[in-house]
């Protein structure tokens, strides 16, 4: 490490919206872009604040997109990028690395791609009313030498259900509250909300395309409505939007920890010709201790 000395650097600069869809963008979603500055690098360890999408959205997938020069005083394998979102009202980091990218040592050029899941949850604003994401660019040893450019995390955001939190204690019990919305033009319209214990790629192809891998969980709330999710399966009002709730008692088996339910709501025209309308974005419920 060259230097140990720990820049602070403010980027208030809005990323905007992307407009263009991606292989994992759902419908019912929206896309957010973070550049990564394109600044040298000097042997120190840097902080950059960048300013997020609006508070009260729902991330529900990211991609980072990446390009590393160095002249060799960083092995590439070291780079780091580490993110910090306040999600659920926790801290939820996100760290990649030039070895997980499958990066080479010595000078040059080193582009990668990554995807994950990990950072789902709910932005709480950080100056209302829009979030702020906390950047580190360091490496594995400290600091680091060498440029990012044409670097990017996009955000995968939901906007057609959202949920009050994203977790339910075992032992305490409690409730998750589903809020539709599918639009007027899906007003009146009949929904049904599905779930997966799976997880959510690859989806369900449709119409509509839901993103849930069909499993054991998939056919009960399928031949179950309106049980262990009360509103699972109605209609939509005149705004076309809808709520469900699903609520667990109260000392459940431990056994079931770290469990994770995804769920995802179809539109259907019915009464009419039963085609697929709209599938929504999904959301997740883990089960905690």
């Known amino acids: 490490m060259r230097s140990s000395t720990r820049n602070l650097f403010v980027a208030l600069a809005l990323a905007a919206c992307a407009a263009s869809t991606s292989a994992h963008q759902q419908q019912g979603t929206t896309q957010f872009q973070l550049p990564v500055p394109n600044m040298p690098l000097n042997g120190s360890i840097t902080f950059v604040t960048l300013i997020g999408p609006n508070a009260g959205q729902t991330i529900v997938h990211a991609r980072l997109d990446v390009t590393f020069v160095t002249e060799g005083e960083t092995p590439a394998p070291n780079a780091l990028l580490e993110y910090e979102f306040r999600l659920n009202g926790q801290l ?131 031949q179950n409505p309106n049980t262990l999710m009360a509103g699972s399966l109605g209609f939509l009002d005149g705004l076309g939007q809808a709520t469900a709730s699903i609520t667990l008692p109260p000392g459940l088996s431990p056994t079931l920890a770290g469990v994770k339910l995804h769920h995802a709501y179809a539109v259907l025209d019915i009464p009419g010709t039963g085609a697929g309308l709209f599938g929504s974005n999904a959301v997740t419920l883990r089960l905690d201790p």
Do not use: H, R
């Open 92 to 222: 939820v980091n996100w760290t990649v690395t030039g070895a997980d990218l499958g990066w080479g040592t010595g000078p040059g050029i080193f582009t990668g791609s990554i995807e994950t899941d990990l950072g789902y949850g709910q932005l709480v604003a950080t100056i209302p009313p829009i979030s702020t994401v906390e950047l580190v660019m360091a490496a594995t040893t400290g600091g680091l030498t060498g440029k990012f450019v044409d670097s990017k995390l996009t955000l995968t955001l939901a906007s057609s259900l959202v949920v009050d939190n994203f977790a339910i204690s075992l032992a305490g019990g409690g409730t998750q509250t589903l809020d539709l919305d599918a639009g007027v033009a899906n007003a009146g319209e009949l929904y049904w909300i599905l779930g997966s214990a799976t997880g959510v790629s690859p989806g369900l192809p449709g119409p509509p395309a839901l993103p849930l891998v069909i499993d054991g969980y998939t056919l009960f709330t399928l």
